[in-house]
């Protein structure tokens, strides 16, 4: 019984007496998910806009906003076509019962025709403002002959306006219904799309024309509500066009709101020039424009009635909920809310695309770390495993069928186990031969030594070819592992760097602006991109300079002040005619430059040379000095080492590591071809930040440094590119110092002198005895001395590049402005 109780007893769990019942907040939310379902999901906005339209009138007779009303409700959403009709007949039964009749008449009308020819029509969005226009002109000759029996020139022009009016009005409805109706998020409103909603907004409006409440005009009222909201949310342009547009509608109307319009759009005006005061302001501007405009007289009303309407449109106004101001900025361009709303899509996509590009990356370092737990070298087991079927192999071939297989085998297993693991081994280290100690004591052992010596160099054979195989298996997975790890290592900080926020600079924007200014020169903007040590970047427009260097003589040497660095134009687009603008981009200039020079020669003064070198700008501030000597001579070597630098210089501009980026050129050129086709390549990569040196030489002859009458030599040992699927390169890393000279070049060079012992200390001495420093007539002197050597004759193709390392000194100095800090 007390088991059972305590099983039927549940913990209730603790209660939350801070929560409120009642969540305002959801209130409100679930209150507007209802007017919105309402309204725009089941179509009653429609059924209130078409009762408007229905009875709005122009030049107090035409109606000619009915038809395109409904002919576009009917082509966007069918389905809600009968609301919008209804509204339109009840809106136009409040004129008089003819008006009624003759929109339900114009409708069916319009119906009829549009589903005779629907099957002919290619393009219904350009067909259908014609049909409105020439049906509403039909019905309405139509209707003014049967009511009067004849035809006046009056009557023709208004049936002309009124189907001209129709056929504008159809456009502007398709553009702008969907701006109601259609419950879809907007990137964009165009500015054709903006002036067609207000359009309609008025055309709306002039529905609430007679319409007074305590002597106040509505139409009055909602227009300058109108008027303040866009003010308010995009400024004077849009306000003030509200306020054209909203009352250039009204006065066609009635003839009796011409002068309305001139205080619509001075209300825009004031209300968006004092919108930095929020509601307030923009409320006191059409305060100071009705007060303006009704003391010169309005018609139509006194200045007392005139203010009291626009405090009814202020007090509308001031109870509008942000959020609907906040909601309806996000799709006008201009506002902040609409930059806020880009930026957050922008950051979205941004975020969306690093995120796919590091999920890539995180595939190919999966790739990369499965091909190297695939490089495990076999442990004990694995070789006695191997030992074991190597063994079985060659037993079957000699013991299985020898009469003394049973003593060998069952009694003597362990001795003769030992004996034919000793000549396997022996025989694998000594090609093929045995020991005369183990060959006596294994011929007194067995009685088959000749078949088993045979039967083991046999498998042997087997077993070397496939440990080669296995071995290069091992090194290509290897490769792969590399490559793979490579492209992670790319595709990781590529995420990376789009993931990078562009830091506001907007106050060192102005400071920059002020300083530059302050001397005298005129910058009409500045844009800031990244002000990271060595690595600024910095956009610029300036008016026209006539050629005259400004940038390049006063801009930059302020910026190397005003920044603590040296910055540099690193291009500029002149103006092409006076009065117009320059755009320049400043960067940061690095430490160091290199100065280069090169000279070959082909075999025998041929035109086609073997040799092939490369300058190569790597970015991020790296300099890559590249020679790549092909096998043999003429075309087909040229080729070779031609194509190595193409593809040197591809992956080394994708941002994989020189070492993993060789090893992929090698395998690329040893899978491709079965010739013996090789390249040499000598590379020097030199960071122009700090002048280090990385030296990655495959095949190449030695380097030299020559620093002062010092002379250094960097050399390594590597095969040729291509020889072999796997090896590992040597990297020589080495600082280098301003003024230094970097003497790279060829084997025809470096082994053209001849009648020489040591070529080592021959260059060694013809470097020291050089009494220039520029890097072109080094290398022509050199390459002469080795042909001079020769006498005359060029027994090889010969390549020689030189490069002098330099201090970055700027052409123009610094000139000493107000610095800017570089961090807000």
């Known amino acids: 019984m007390e088991k059972m109780e305590r099983s039927l007893i549940r913990p209730v769990g603790e209660v939350n007496f801070q929560t409120s019942k009642w969540d305002v907040g959801s209130l409100i939310r679930l209150f507007q998910l209802k007017l919105e379902s309402f309204f725009i999901k089941k179509g009653y906005l429609l059924l209130i806009v078409g009762f408007l339209l229905g009875r709005a009138l122009i030049l107090s007779q035409l109606t000619p906003f009915s038809l395109p009303f409904f002919a576009s409700v009917y082509l966007i959403k069918r389905e809600r076509s009968p609301l919008a009709l209804i509204g339109l007949i009840a809106g136009a039964a409040t004129l008089s019962i003819k008006n009624a009749a003759f929109t339900l008449a114009v409708a069916i009308l319009f119906l009829v025709i549009y589903r005779f020819s629907s099957k002919w029509l290619k393009n219904e969005l350009r067909a259908i403002p014609f049909y409105v226009a020439l049906i509403l002109a039909a019905a309405r000759f139509a209707e003014t002959y049967i009511l009067s029996r004849h035809l006046t020139l009056y009557d023709a022009m208004m049936v002309g306006v009124q189907a001209s ?24 409103l165009k500015t054709e799309e903006i002036v067609c909603l207000i359009i309609m907004l008025a055309s709306i409006m ?41 009352g250039l509608i009204f006065s066609l109307a009635s003839v009796s709101s011409f002068q309305h319009m001139s205080l619509l759009a001075f209300s825009g005006v004031l209300g968006g020039l004092l919108k930095e005061g929020r509601k307030i302001g923009v409320s006191i501007g059409l305060f100071i424009a009705t007060l303006l405009i009704g003391m010169y007289g309005m018609e139509g009303g006194s200045l007392t009635y005139t203010l009291l309407e626009s405090a009814a449109a202020i007090a509308l106004f001031l109870l509008t909920p942000q959020a609907f101001t906040a909601k309806l900025a996000k799709y006008i361009p201009g506002t902040p809310e609409y930059t806020m709303e880009q930026q957050k899509y922008m950051r979205k996509m941004r975020d969306v695309t690093a995120q796919r590009v590091a999920q890539f990356s995180n595939v190919f370092d999966a790739l990369s770390k499965s091909f190297s737990k695939m490089d495990v070298q076999p442990g004990a087991e694995e070789s006695e495993r191997e030992m074991d079927y ?16 049973e003593q060998c085998w069952s009694k003597n297993f362990h001795t003769t186990y030992g004996y034919l693991e000793e000549i396997i081994h022996e025989m694998d280290q000594n090609d093929g031969t045995v020991s005369p100690k183990l060959s006596r004591e294994w011929e007194k052992h067995c009685s088959r030594t000749t078949r088993v010596y045979e039967a083991v160099s046999q498998e042997l054979t087997f077993f070397q070819a496939n440990q080669k195989l296995k071995k290069q298996v091992q090194e290509s997975r290897k490769l792969v592992a590399d490559q793979l790890q490579g492209v992670s290592e790319v595709m990781d900080n590529f995420a990376k760097e789009i993931q990078r926020e562009r830091e506001n600079h907007h106050k060192q924007e102005e400071q920059i602006m002020e300083s ?57 687009e002149c103006a092409t ?24 020669a082909a075999m025998d003064g041929g035109f086609v040379s073997g040799d092939s070198y490369s300058t190569i700008e790597l970015g991020l501030g790296k300099f890559a000095l590249a020679i790549s000597d092909g096998m043999g001579n003429g075309e087909r070597a040229h080729h070779e080492s031609k194509e190595t630098l193409q593809l040197l210089q591809k992956i080394l501009q994708s941002g994989i590591e020189e070492r993993v980026a060789i090893k992929s050129v090698n395998s690329i050129l040893s899978l491709r071809t079965t010739d013996e086709i090789f390249s040499t390549l000598d590379l020097a990569l030199i960071d122009l930040q700090n002048a280090s040196a990385k030296f990655l030489k495959v095949g190449s002859t030695p380097s030299f440094i020559k620093r002062g009458n010092k002379v250094i030599k960097i050399q390594s040992s590597n095969l040729p590119i291509g020889i072999l699927e796997e090896f590992e390169v040597d990297v020589v890393s080495e600082q280098l110092k301003a003024g230094d000279l970097l003497i790279m070049m060829s084997d025809g060079v470096f082994e053209g002198p001849k009648h020489v012992e040591n070529y080592d200390i021959w260059m060694k001495r013809k470097i020291q005895e050089l009494q220039t420093d520029d890097p072109q007539e080094i290398s022509d002197l050199i390459l002469e001395e080795v042909i001079r050597s020769r006498e005359g004759l060029i027994g090889d193709d010969m390549t020689i590049a030189v490069a002098l390392i330099k201090h970055n000194t700027p052409k123009w100095a610094s000139i000493p402005v107000q610095k800017v800090k570089r961090r807000a």
């Open 206 to 246: 002039t529905g609430t024309i007679g319409w007074q409440v305590y002597d106040l005009s509505i139409e009055h009222i909602m227009s300058r509500y109108l008027v303040l909201i866009f003010s308010f949310i995009a400024g004077a342009t849009i306000g003030s066009t509200v306020g054209v547009v909203t």
């Open 390 to 405: 190597f063994m079985s192999n060659v037993t079957e071939k000699t013991c299985q069928t020898c009469f003394k297989k």
């Open 516 to 572: 530059i200014q302050a001397f005298g020169v005129q910058i009409e903007h500045v844009e800031i991109y990244s002000l990271e040590q060595g690595n600024v970047d910095i956009e610029m427009t300036i008016p026209y300079c006539n050629g005259h260097g400004e940038c390049e003589k006063l801009i930059a040497p302020m910026l190397s002040d005003i920044l603590g660095e040296t910055v540099i134009v690193s291009s500029e």
């Open 165 to 188: 009016l129709a056929f504008i009005l159809t456009f502007i409805f398709l553009q702008s219904i969907p701006l109601l109706i259609l419950n879809r998020r907007r990137q964009l």
């Open 577 to 600: 005619y006076p009065n117009g603008f320059c755009h320049v981009i400043f960067r940061s200039s690095k430490a160091f430059t290199v100065e280069t020079g090169v000279a070959h």
